[in-house]
């Protein structure tokens, strides 16, 4: 069974900047949209993996709960008013969503999820 890692990350400055990158290589033939397409999936599980291992900080969430749902191991939180704490810091929002999923890799393959924008 193939590992899939989750692709939403690519939505992020970052994930955008390596994208377009990539999009202006493949149109000057500098590289094959096969190769692009690897090098989008080693940044998926590299920022995978680097956030599991090196992000240590934990958050407070207040807020009240509008909708949730779970789907294909990924849940999803809708949060009114919110209140986010992290460390030393607080910032407020009318309106928040968290997508919460399995760390690194999935147990099932083909999972894969559309890049979405945060």
């Given at each position: 069974m193939a590992s899939v890692?989750?692709?939403f990350?690519?939505?992020?400055?970052?994930g955008?900047?390596?994208?377009?990158?990539?999009d202006?290589?493949i149109?000057?033939?500098?590289?094959?949209p096969?190769?692009?397409?690897?090098?989008?999936?080693?940044?998926?599980v590299?920022?995978?993996?680097?956030?599991?291992?090196?992000?240590?900080?934990k958050?407070k969430?207040?807020?009240q709960?509008?909708?949730?749902?779970?789907?294909?191991?990924?849940?999803?939180?809708?949060?009114?008013?919110a209140?986010?704490?992290?460390?030393?810091?607080?910032?407020?929002?009318p309106?928040?969503?968290?997508?919460?999923?399995?760390?690194g890799?999935?147990?099932?393959?083909g999972?894969h999820l559309?890049?979405?924008?945060?």
């Amino acid at each position: 069974m193939a590992s899939v890692y989750y692709e939403f990350y690519r939505g992020s400055s970052v994930g955008m900047a390596l994208t377009d990158a990539l999009d202006e290589l493949i149109t000057e033939g500098t590289v094959t949209p096969q190769l692009a397409m690897k090098v989008l999936q080693q940044f998926d599980v590299s920022l995978a993996n680097t956030i599991v291992r090196d992000v240590k900080a934990k958050a407070k969430v207040k807020g009240q709960l509008r909708t949730y749902r779970l789907c294909d191991d990924v849940w999803t939180f809708m949060i009114k008013d919110a209140t986010v704490a992290v460390e030393n810091e607080v910032i407020k929002s009318p309106r928040l969503k968290i997508v919460a999923c399995k760390s690194g890799e999935l147990a099932t393959a083909g999972a894969h999820l559309p890049a979405e924008k945060h």
